[in-house]
């Protein structure tokens, strides 16, 4: 069985999982950047942090990060980046957890709201917001 193909799989209390990690010395070979002070000079940090992410490996949304800097895309690098979903990873943006929407603050400014907020709104906390205006 190769290294790639064991994947640790871990959770957080609540049962989120955290966010996956990769294996940064793929992409060192990938770009042909075997040299970590090279490839820290390459990326524009510092050579503890290529060192760390040697040995610890490198998050999902760093990994994006990286690999964009190299000029190649994570996918390619990692192709089983592009099977992760954030959303196992990431806390809803909507304080009413609805998901990851784009969100609006209140009109009163305390707090923000989703596009599920505003069909829930008949019940929701924009409900109450609405009722005191
Ligand atoms: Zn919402």
Known sequence: MSAAAVRLVLLR?????????????????HVGCADMPAMAARLGISVNVVRNWVRRGITWSRADE?????GVLPWEVWPEWADAD???????SCPAEHGYDY??????????????????????????????A
């Open 103 to 132: 969100l609006v603050p209140y009109p009163s400014g305390r707090g923000e709201y989703c596009a599920m907020c505003v069909l829930a709104a008949e019940t929701g906390p924009l409900a109450a917001e609405s009722a005191a």
């Open 13 to 29: 209390p609540g049962g989120r999982r955290c966010e996956p990690r990769y294996d940064f010395g793929r992409l060192m070979q």
């Open 86 to 92: 954030p959303a196992d990873w990431m806390p809803p």
């Open 66 to 70: 990286a690999a964009i800097r190299c």
